[in-house]
């Protein structure tokens, strides 16, 4: 008979545990992307950008052809890593670009979290390829995106199958955070949220401003 105890379970992240690398999101290939709405795929990969930089944690950005064809990241990306290294490649999958694969290994993490454009090419490449290299493999699927709604599914189906966790953005940010006592972090998360949590930072706008209410007694 299992004992319950007041501790995480260890498939949840940390701001320490893990690297998350943010593939392709550039102008060209947002522009193809139907399966979720770009001002939404902008505001999302904002949040996750802010919670990362915020919090420490390990990111690597990369980017396919930017000059020849792909464009420029979205500006939130380099906004929230305005000192950071963007690795340009040309392989579809960034598993098989040599500088990508020694930045991650440089990182020394054993958990990649993955979000980028498009989910069936330039995600499933380097999550199915980490997953065969022995990493755990993270996918925050609204960071994702691809040219029509049955690409997407049928990505994320089979990286699921394969062994990938799915994930969405606020739940990334608030899994971070995790405990609303974290005083040091808590500005930071429900900043976040108010600006790109959607309905929910609404929601903390309002408790603060209408009685002064806040998670945890802050």
């Known amino acids: 008979m299992p004992t319950a105890s007041p501790a995480a379970g260890k498939t949840l992240l940390t701001p320490a545990d893990h690297s998350l690398v943010l593939i392709d999101h550039q102008s060209q290939m947002a522009f193809a992307t139907h399966s979720i709405d770009v001002a939404m795929l902008r505001n999302n990969v904002a949040l996750v950008a802010k919670g990362a930089a915020g919090f420490g944690v390990s990111t690597l950005l990369t980017t396919v052809a930017e000059k020849s064809f792909s464009g420029p990241l979205f500006p939130e990306i380099p906004e929230a890593f305005p000192n950071a290294d963007v690795l340009d490649r040309t392989t579809m999958n960034c598993w098989e670009d040599a500088a990508v694969v020694a930045a991650v290994n440089a990182s020394g993490k054993s958990r990649i979290v993955l979000g980028g454009l498009w989910t069936s090419v330039c995600i499933v490449g380097p999550a199915l390829s980490a997953l065969d290299q022995g990493f755990e493999v993270y996918v925050i699927a ?77």
């Open 142 to 218: 609204d960071t994702c995106g691809d040219v029509t709604d049955e690409a997407h599914e049928r990505a994320m189906q089979r990286m699921i199958q394969a062994g990938v966790r799915p994930l969405t953005s606020v739940q990334y940010l608030l899994e971070l955070q995790r405990d609303w006592a974290r005083s040091a972090t808590y500005d930071l998360t429900t900043g976040i949220a108010k600006l790109h949590g959607g309905g929910y930072g609404l929601g903390i706008q309002y408790a603060k401003s209408m009685f002064g209410a806040s998670e945890g007694g802050h």
